[in-house]
């Protein structure tokens, strides 16, 4: 939806006043839809202005309404409160969210704040090159190698693995924007400055070698208090020279690049300069450069000085995968700036008096050191140091028996987030993903995941994640969602729980243990991140069914929180609780019951969930085994192969089809990816107009057992559907037309038949006449749906147990089915959806407990 062309918005008017009014009504149909909503920008709103029960009903019931928008009532009452459109541009801002933007910003001049520099490297060596540039909307970014467009550089910066010689020449980076009337189409362009790579090939003699020779010195520069101080020294040199800044012989810290610039002088910033510059063969030092900073005498007569430290860090101990926290407290006048260092380099976020740590590994001891500055200078504080104890230096952190191996790994993870008769919650599916990617990339678990399972579907789940499972495999089954405990057994909640739910509704945990148990796994592992509150509903003694005829010694089960308690997700945060402490520790080489107690130690240090979230561990493991011990299927070939084809199947995806449309010409290519084993991402590209100026393809005429969103279907964009993460980046060859568009397909699970069948709609111009064509679409069935367990119906769900006149649980029963036979060549490869390398560590230290969800 691009934006309609209008007059710049008065910054200091109010928000109710925005006009013409459909510049507030697309703003208000922007700040509805996912994933940059308007409870995001709640969020971002400092003040907190809204307590958790007032959001839902002054805004959140809006969704109910037909026509109704939350956005609309939330700049409407923003406005009565006096909040100025300056005011909701900043915290847009704070969201990069540049369509909403584009509705009331003014449009700003594109200006490159960083030059690219020329660079010689090794042959096979890592380069970077780098630009940087401002402006609104957003600069994008397209690098060239000569007069070649470099398809992968899309970034500012342009980074090269293993540089070949046919890699050495000229490099330039392009850089545009967007105009506002149609982010769809370049408005201005401005082109960096011409580099030269130069790559040494690995045989070269040493006359490739050549020490830094310096070509342009500092200059002397006089500048006013509060103006822009700019110097640079240009040197030559193969390898490339390295550049070191001092100030009166004083090393400064992170200026180490051939310019050296202050957006605002300050007096402190006055001295002599020079720079150290340097190669493997010598190094050399530039001219002295001074730099003056003009004070006007009223200034100086009145000026407070540069800030005091009244309360230095202190150095501590720490033992790795613990927190660790620095405070440094100052006094000054104005306003006061912290940027702490660690061993000399910027610590990235650590901008506050207080740094927070809250993983400790090897990577991040070392010496820190706090910079407090104000508008008359700075001062830094006394290095201190972040250690492990003497025990930990000596013996190293916990580590695995070698002798424990996993003849594999299999994973079940389901995320119930949205009910048909109970409250929604906000991050279980996201909690589903994140375990999933981990589980998947960096443990090596085959990963089934699945998300908003009824009855059926979970019970179709349990059975054929117990059907991958052997002697010897590891076993971990998560389950995220609402749940119940009753006299010592817990219940999982499926999304068609009734409003009153007894046993019957839902599946136990130990129903699922117990099925475990009989494949003889080498470790059983379950986590539910659900509450285990008592259920008033269902007063029957819970069924002994499901007792474990014998202890295996290899189970563990990690609660989100103790019996009789909640757990809780955090409003607007993309985990739960329990999820974020858990994603930081499970990779660890820890034995699983010490994982768990470091999520545990977790919790309990969160200010604002260790009064209200108490996890729990229950486990009767009497070996040390580990979610990261190496799988070793040696006498188990047979069933690892199998396995291997059997979960291969169930998450492959169709190849992608190209339809011709023989009237207008038009080709258009139909691909697929998935975020989870039940949910499938489809996209439309236009790969040729054909006779016409502009065409929309769009795809309808789904089944009905599947689930699609009107709402969040034939997306331009995949960040407008649903997904939980931008995708479309971790393809192999990511679509870039302008004209792809995506449709989110979930419950992929209940299709019926061999195939998909759906229908793919073209609505294009010829000679100004709409025209509109449609084309049928036949898929053969993806990921799980292809399961011989989802292929066979189960028999029909028992009565609910109060209809029997003896009581007793209708527990739900299963239907075994023979072994599916599979062809013996292998499957393609296939990785569900992106992997997560680094996440950001959540801190709920500024959320209160209104900003809590319960889990119930």
Known sequence: MPPPSHQPIDPSINICDIKPYSVFKDLCNLLDQPPCSWRNLLDVIPDKIYKKHEIEQKFGMATLQSGGSPSKLLLQDLGRRGKTVRQLISYLEKLQHERALMLLKQEEQLQITRQPESVSSMEGDTVELKCQAVGFPYPRYQWYHGNRE?????????????????DAGQYICRIHKVSSRDPRKPQSYVFTEWVQLTVIPTNASEQYDDPPHIAVHPSPVRVALSGPVSLSCGARGKPAPFYQWYKDNVLLQGETRREIYYDQAKASDQGVYTCRVWNRVGEVWSQGAQVTVAVPAVTQSCAPGIPEIVMPPVSGDCVLGGTAKFICEARGHGQLLYQWYRDGKPVPGGDRS???IPRVTLDVLGSYQCRVSNSAGDVMSKPVWLKLPEKDVDYGPEKPVERYYATDKVALVIGNQYYRNQDNLEASINDAYTLSNILRNELDFKVVSLTNLDLQDMTNAVQAFCELLNEGVYGVFYYGGHGYENLGQQFMMPIDVPATYRASDCVCAQMVLKKMQEKSTGLN????????MRNKDCSQPPSEAWDIERPRGNVVFGFATCSNAEAFEVQGERNGIFMSYLKRYITQPLRVTHML?????????DKQASHVQFPQIMADLREDRTLRDPISFHGHTQEFCVRNQRWAAAHELPEAINICFQSCGVHVKLGFFAEFSNVMVMYLTVLDLGKTRQCLPSLRDFPPEVEIDVKFSNKDRVEDIGCCSNMVTHFQNPPKDINSVFTRVMDIQKIKGN??????????MIDGETLQESHPILIPKPLVSKMPIWQNPLPPRPLPPHLYPEGGFANPSFQQYPPQQYPPQPFPEYQLGPRIARESEYDFDEKTLDDLNLNT
């Open 597 to 605: 107690e470091q999520v545990q130690k977790g919790v309990g240090q």
């Open 354 to 356: 207080t740094l927070h």
């Open 525 to 532: 592992l379950l986590l539910l991140d659900m509450c285990r």
């Open 150 to 166: 470099i398809t992968t550089g899309m970034d500012s910066v342009l980074r090269m693995e293993e540089v070949r010689p046919e």
């Open 755 to 764: 195939n998909l069948e759906l229908s793919l709609f073209l609505d294009y």
